[in-house]
Structures are given as C-alpha cells and as structure tokens.
C-alpha cells in the first residue's frame, strides 16, 4: 500500500491519508458490535453512525493512523476517537477467548 501526504475522502466518506484495504464484512460486523453496544446502553445518537466509528476505529488500530488526524477530518475530538478506540477493544476482548480456555486448547 502506497502512502499519501494528502487526504483522501473514501466512499464512505472517511477522511484519512491513505485508503484502508479493509473487507466490507469486516467493517459491517464491527459496525453491528458497535450498533448493538449503543442499543445496549441505551445511546440514543453519535457525532458519527456506527459505521463510520468502526471505520474510524480500525484505521487507529490497523494502519496505525493517529486519533488527532482522524478527528479533525471527520469533525470529532481527538478524545472523542480515542474513547471510540477503548470502547471497541473492550468489546472485541469480551468476544475473546478468556486465557486459561485459550492455553488448554492450545495444549
């Protein structure tokens, strides 16, 4: 993958200096984890809809994009993607296999 120094608006409108190789299944699914996280407690809206926020959260952790560039071009806090970051790893480590199951498959 190329690396930019410009921005670039991707089809579903994330801005960020390079386009993500990311699947369409993969962003959905995230995007339902988080869909179903804000039903759950009770969120009633977002700066950004849920796609856009595991659009946002796998650039932070798979492209090791920085929270500051991401939000200014997407009109959020820097704060605001960060917190979105802790919040989707603390889901997917609850979808996660706990240590101790994971080593006795292992062994």
């Known amino acids: 993958m190329k690396k930019s120094n410009y921005t670039v608006e991707g089809s579903d409108g994330l801005v960020c200096?390079?386009?993500?190789?990311?699947?369409?299944?993969?962003l959905n699914w995230l995007a339902d984890l988080v869909r179903g996280q804000l039903e759950k407690i009770g969120?009633?809206?977002?700066?950004?809809?849920?796609?856009?926020?595991?659009?946002?959260?796998l650039a932070v952790l798979c492209c090791d994009q920085r929270p500051g560039d991401l939000a200014g071009g997407n009109?959020?806090?820097?704060?605001?993607?960060?917190?979105w970051v802790r919040e989707v790893v603390g889901l997917l480590a609850t979808r996660g296999p706990h240590l101790d199951r994971?080593?006795?498959?292992?062994?």
Not at 17 to 26: E, W, Y
């Open 43 to 57: 969120s009633r809206w977002r700066t950004l809809p849920a796609r856009k926020i595991a659009a946002l959260v």
């Open 102 to 107: 994971a080593l006795k498959k292992i062994t």
């Open 75 to 83: 009109g959020v806090h820097r704060t605001t993607v960060t917190r």
């Open 17 to 26: 200096t390079a386009r993500l190789p990311r699947s369409s299944a993969t």
